[in-house]
């Protein structure tokens, strides 16, 4: 067993900034993450860092802007906090010597990005992220900050009591991939999840093979609400063979969308008259995907992103990488050609519910970066707006988990804050659990344990039967269940939602679920043991599509990254409100929070968002 | 069921009776498969395999690595072989990936990102580092599919299964040289250091290090002298000591670092890591530029 003040799960930007703020507390932070750090989906966020640093800039316009790109989903507080932070921590990074791109005068750059009144988009190359990854992994090795690399998650340690805001985090049980081991995380502060994405629910996604969702999955089964899961942002320009990412740096930098008919169809269709190929995500992905579903795409597949005309100089002073992600993975020289490009996954607004100082509704635990949900980004997220929440979320659930004093939370977590039930969902199969109780679920029936150490003992326990008796019985594999989620999510849930396609889908995910009974591992070995991994992996991708399925279903109208056929305008009379999926020990309760428009200074009017 | 969702419990009977789980929500109870349905579904999994290798217009052959020092069968390495349906634009991680969830889910690599930038996939192809996932199975013929492609874990480190090998000392060399910017005066709040476009453009290739350790695999000094700080460590070095916002009294001790005695005058210049490094950085180039700098600096106490 091994004791420290904070545990914080995950190696990616949030998860290193947490640990990093937890430990400028004076907190023993220890980090457990299933890859290195520097090997964290973090690494590969191309665009930037939205920050008003600048004159004739405002953290209030930066805030209105994300208001407004969420669709009027996020709560005020959080995206007030989001703003008026960003500028001190990306100066934090710039002092932690983060290369920045940078102006003659010797000042960081800063460029145009969807959905912004201002080019407020700071960035390092067209790979911010990995700049931002490596810089903060130094300060954590300056520190000597205890890391358990290539150590996974599988389940958090948390007391058993009817009501999830009763219960208590007190660590969490690790698999040490290297030797096999099932080893006790006993945190006397607090658990901090910043476990990332989950794009591996679906099949054409940007993310990493690690982003399963991991820390969604436990937090929800552990009890805490999943919020607005139906919300997940379709990037407009991934390649079509991979789901490689080709950032909107391109665009922000002049970079022109052409159908194939060789028509500029986000002016010339009347997509967005006047922000053309620089609205936002949402917009691009459903107007790129209208265009081949109305045969003037190519190969009926995709439409092309040109920069040919910014000229070589610009390309390789600003979108270097562009070129070499171009060549690499789609055969194909930027400078010479038009890239061809397509929807995919890339970003879940969704996730595990959480105050603006990152706790959640259970005592000890807490959640920042893509896994949560404060929420900044509302039903979209702008381009841009990733990294900063990362840095900014991160350090503030650190500090709180360490015991800093960063203020009190405005916004209500927990069954507590629920305003209204939802009384007809239309699932044709159940969802939930099969087995009652679910012996993968932490706080049903499983830790009653009298102290913290004997509640992380017992989880412990419950761990290693569960993969004893995954190595051991016959079974299926688990891999053709993930592929045949991550089709069913694809075909669906996609970027075009309709009721009837959700019903298959929640089938599908069901049929996943029971198929998933009978897995088993079939590599032996207690070595390195990525059968075993991805087994696990795959429990909770099937969580994370139920949700994100169950959301899609229940909200019907159209709101940001969520289309839906039959209701084909936003309703904020009936939903200008949050999603929240409770696992609720096995039978999943669906039921809405009210979203928080009241600011520090001024209540955000819900306007028609055009671009 | 709880109080939020209900199920469907008339409309769309056709589907009810064709889905499992619309037939546990009609009133039947999810049961266990036996071991004969498991042994049915593993049968048609691998007749599916069969279909799609037979199938296929163009196949490749992999020829694995394989050990584990825990499996009787795996304790002597060994060499499997997977065929593989070829489609275009195929990496060998995509090829890799396929033979493990059709043919072999024990076959154990390390992969992520799979657009090269996390640095987990370095592996040996046919007998070159590379990453697995920027390396197109096509590019390894002359033309065409090549017949068989050959992986291995990278050399000069200790395997610790089939194609994962044990990074530790090329972590311990990474922070040996105290790889974090170190500031004498950092300016308050909202200030920023200031750094020219050049001194960003001179640090840009080094600050690109993906840490995939296929450098300091194909040195050969690095292989015979496990002191030896490696290309990777010493380019890591390079970044901050040729980083102008970092102070002179700092970039002297950083040259202290990398002169040590396994510092950079071990390098004999032999180019196999520029070669193989993934992200194209001048390696060797940076160790010369750093001998230089260390020498002109001892010269200036004399």
Redesign the interface.
Known sequence: MHEHDVIVVGGGGAGLRAAIAAHEEDADVAIVTKLHPVRSHTGAAEGGINAALREGDDPKDHAYDTMKGSDYLGDAPAIETLCEMSPEETIQLEHWGMPFSREDDGRVSQRPFGGLSFPRTTYAGAETGHHLLHTMYEQVVKRGITVYDEFYVTELATTDHPDPEERECHGCIAYDIKSGDLVGFEASGGVILATGGDGQAFDHTTNAVANTGDGLAMAYRAGVPVEDPEFVQFHPTTLPSTGVLISEGVRGEGGILYNGEGERFMFEHGYANNDGELASRDVVSRAELTEVNEGRGIDDEYVYLDMRHLGEERVVDRLENILHLAEDFEGVDGLEEAMPVKPGQHYHMGGIETDENGHTCIDGLYAAGECACVSVHGSNRLGGNALPELIVFGSRAGSHAAGGDIGKARIPTGPSARTEDETGLDTPVSPGAIDQPDPDAVADGGAVAANPTATVKQTLEGERRRVDEMMERDGINHAEIRSDLQDAMTQSVNVFREKEGIQDALEAIRDCRERYQNVAVDDPSRTFNTDLLHTIETRNLIDVAETIALGALAREEFRGAHWRAEHQARDDEDWLKHTMVAWNDGEPDLYYTDVLLDGEEKTYEPKIRSY | ????????DDD?TE??TQ????A??AGDV?S??T?EE?EA??EQ?RRRTRELVEEADHTVELKVFRF????PE?EEPRFDTFRVPFSK?MTVLDALMWA???Y???L?????????????DALFVNGKQRLGC?T?VADLADSGVPETVRIEPLPHAEV???L?VD?EHF?DQM?SV??????ED??D?????????EN?EK??MS??C??CGACMSSCNIAAGNNDYLGPAAINKAYR?AM?E??GDELTEHRLNIIEQEHGVWRCQTQFSCTEVCPKDIPLTEHIQELKREAVKSNLKFW
């Open positions: 069921m709880s109080t939020g969702i209900t199920e469907t769309s589907t009810q889905a499992v789980g619309a546990r929500a999810y266990e498969m071991s498991i579904a593993n999994s584990d020092p825990e499996v795996k634009g493990r969830d059709q072999d889910s024990s154990t690599f390390r992969h992520s990102c799979r657009q090269a930038v996390c640095g987990s920027k197109q610790v299964k089939d994962v990074m972590y922070e105290e790889p974090y910017f170190q500031d950092t300016p709040g909202l200030e920023e250091q200031y750094q020219s476009r960003r640090v840009k600050t690109r993906i840490w901050f980083d916002r970092e």
